[in-house]
């Protein structure tokens, strides 16, 4: 299928079923329950799973390959919303051309920072990305004013251009970003029992973009390019011994691996038009490091797993209060409440950066190879099982 093997048509059709079923997979419990409030079908944090997915293959195509660890992919990030926002209010509040500017504008500028960065390998060329982004961060949040709109941001307003649009932008309100008229806010709500999902253009929008950025990943990881980056991190000083110049393939796969980003970047402003200098910081980069160590680096899927745990956690996991917790444990004596709450405390709410490292912690002691990993022991533990169930069966008895 479009040219790829059994496996990988496999953990294709999987991806393409996990964004399409996702408003059902994400609402388990009906509105009225009491777990409802782990339910994450809304469309703002649909949108973020699969664009902070597409965020963390891009940078598993650099990291996953090349073991080339960069600090300061948030750059390219923040490249592409500010793009992205100018699109929009320059030419067309049509999504596309935003999408496609934001991606190209994260290329060249990924060229720009890679040819520099890619001249020293190990610690020294992660130090040097984050250099680059934190000037990155600081000339938005400051000396680029007039361009970003410093600390405030850059977003659209009524009086943009929008050379394209012609009339429709001048309306009485801030248009709102669209795909050929159908706005990326537009939802249809089906409610079904005592549940409700709800359908959003806008995350179906990005979650094609995602299924696309899967496929394009899939072929990198099986071309002879892919390879040749396998055996630069395998052992790129022999490979330079025999007289091979490593840097372009690298350097291609920095580019790439920075237009992913800036693609995030750019479905991030054509879902809500505003771009900040925040997405440029340290922080940002060193969250989709965790994302794709936690999910598996090297793994084709194990990107978005992470992407997806780290962005529940953030948005699901940390509301957990007190409230909540003595409504869990409210079968329990009094004075064993209390204990029980005061422990689990610190952990949940705004605490949820402390389980968050915990799993981590564990996850890179006992499952090298992340969340895909130990979905591989799993399913590894359930095949021996049933051989041995179906050796028990047919042996004959004496």
Known sequence: MLGLNAKDTRLFLIVILLVVCAPFLMNPFPTDSGLAQFNAGYPDLMQRFVIFGIFAIGFNILFGLTGYLSFGHAAFLGAGSYAAVWMLKLLTINVIPAILISTVVAGVF?????????????????????????MAFALAASVLTPITGGETGLQTALSDPRIL????????NIPAPDLFGLEMRSSFEWAVGGWSFVFNAGYYLAGAFMILAFYLAIRIFNSPFGLMLKAVKSNQQRMNYTGLNTRPYTLAAFVISGMYAGLAGGLMAAMDPLAGAERMQWTASGEVVLMTILGGAGTLIGPILGAGFIKYFENIFSKINSTVLHEWFAFLPDGLEDFVVTILYPF???????????VFMLVVIFLPGGLVQGGQKIAALFRRKKADSTETSTTPAE
């Open 110 to 134: 990924a060229l720009l920072i890679g040819f520099i960065s890619l001249r020293r390998s190990g610690i020294y060329f992660s130090i040097l990305t984050l250099a680059f982004a934190q």
């Open 165 to 172: 649009d012609g009339v429709a932008s001048t309306g009485g």
């Open 348 to 358: 949940v709410g705004k605490g949820w950066h402390l389980t968050l490292g915990l």
